[in-house]
């Protein structure tokens, strides 16, 4: 008996967003069918890798093949240009980390002063985090919204606890991307992006960062959160989940256990480089496939395998 193939054919979409101005942007959503579901429908557009670089440079970074990459870059803007030239990427992600108050505590001032550089050193688009602290990000990325006039880059990361310095700031007054952060539950998500909306944002420039977890951290909520916003959104038709999903993906899988402890210590485990490298393909990967429109990595290799898996499935 011959198979006859009967198509999964919704009537919604993921929102497009394009992020960049000029003639470098990258645009993500924009699918009516699950995750390389290219059997139902033709991919709109292809899930996109952005390549992470951090204020403090390489300070914190433990990976000796991501130190060997930005050899000779002696300044932020010069790790931005190797970042954007790698093999595999589409835009750029800077965290703010050194913002943390809890940490090094830089100040605004110098904060914008490293975001003005990247952004004058490469003419890809642009994503900037802050530093994960609400009180210190509700005060520094309303700034960073303003000193990128006309870039149109994305805004990450609005949570419940700032929504509205972060969102009327980037959002509204100078016209950016806004990313809703939330923490891995599908009605913290749809809150969020309802609040977000209903101080006047518009829904086509809300990309949602429904949170993450390194592959065996607890990551079958990511999982299940995620098939559950793109089931909603679909079959549903729930246009306040519809907002295309972006994961940070690095700062979960080069801490974590696998990837930090030494080869001395865990030899059975093999060397600690391919480790780290290897948790962030996975975690890269799953994200994709449960529904993630974009995924930020820092390794070249990670990078590399994951542009050549998204070649291939879609």
Not at 116 to 133: H, R
Not at 156 to 171: D, F, R, T
Request: hydrophobic share 45%.
């Amino acid at each position: 008996m011959p198979f006859n193939q009967k198509l999964q054919k919704f009537n919604a979409k993921i929102n497009t967003v394009t992020i960049g101005s000029g003639d470098k942007t990258v645009t993500i959503g924009g699918d009516s069918t699950y995750p390389f579901y290219s059997f139902d429908a033709p991919s709109e557009n292809t899930p996109k890798i952005g390549v992470e670089i951090s204020d403090m440079g390489l300070e914190n970074v433990v990976s000796e093949g991501i130190k060997a990459y930005y050899d000779g870059a002696s300044t932020i803007g010069e790790m931005a240009k190797k970042a954007a030239a790698m093999e595999g990427a589409d835009f750029v992600a800077l965290i703010l980390e050194g913002g943390d108050p809890n940490g090094v505590n830089k100040s605004v001032d110098e904060l914008i002063a490293v975001v003005k550089d990247v952004a004058d050193s490469i003419d890809t688009p642009l994503v900037v985090e802050g530093c994960k602290n609400v009180e210190k990000d509700a005060e520094l990325l309303p700034k960073v919204a303003e000193a990128l006039q006309g870039r149109n880059v994305l805004i990450l990361s609005e949570k419940e606890e700032n929504y509205k310095a972060i969102g009327a700031a980037a959002g509204l007054a100078y016209d950016q991307i806004v990313g809703a952060e939330s923490a891995v539950d599908i009605n913290l998500a749809k809150q969020l992006n309802v609040v977000t909306t209903q101080l006047g944002v518009n829904a086509q420039k809300i990309v949602m960062n429904i949170g993450s977890a390194a592959a065996g951290y607890g990551y079958e909520y990511v999982v299940s959160t995620m098939d559950r916003i793109k089931g909603a959104a679909l079959s549903q038709n729930d246009n306040m989940l519809q907002m295309p999903i972006i994961t940070p993906v690095s700062a979960e899988t080069w801490g974590v256990k696998e990837a930090t402890a030494s080869e001395a210590d865990m030899p059975e485990w093999g060397p600690e480089e391919e480790r780290g490298i290897d948790m962030e393909v996975m975690t890269a990967a799953a994200d994709l496939a449960a529904g993630s429109d974009a995924v930020i990595l820092r390794h070249p290799e990670a990078v590399a395998t994951i542009s050549k898996m998204i070649k291939a499935l879609a």
